[in-house]
């Protein structure tokens, strides 16, 4: 990601490794990352917002990213 911030597929293998180690807003923030760049993500996003909802937290989508 030094090299180039918008790598899609790193992204989405830190939001996956992130996300196996229960730490979801760091999985959200990449994420998202690689969704805007193009990566099939959107299942790992939907398991995060309900995660979320669940909590009865509000979804990452209503939040700062």
Known sequence: LQYDPEH???HSV???L???????DLAWH??????????PVEP???ALR????G???TPP???RQ
């Open 55 to 57: 909590a009865g937290a």
């Open 44 to 46: 790992l996003l939907n």
């Open 8 to 10: 899609a597929g790193a």
């Open 30 to 39: 990449h994420g998202t990352q690689a969704a805007r760049s193009g990566a």
């Open 14 to 16: 830190l939001a996956s």
């Open 61 to 63: 989508a209503n939040r």
């Open 18 to 24: 992130y996300f196996q180690r229960q730490q979801y």
């Open 50 to 53: 309900q995660l979320r909802e």
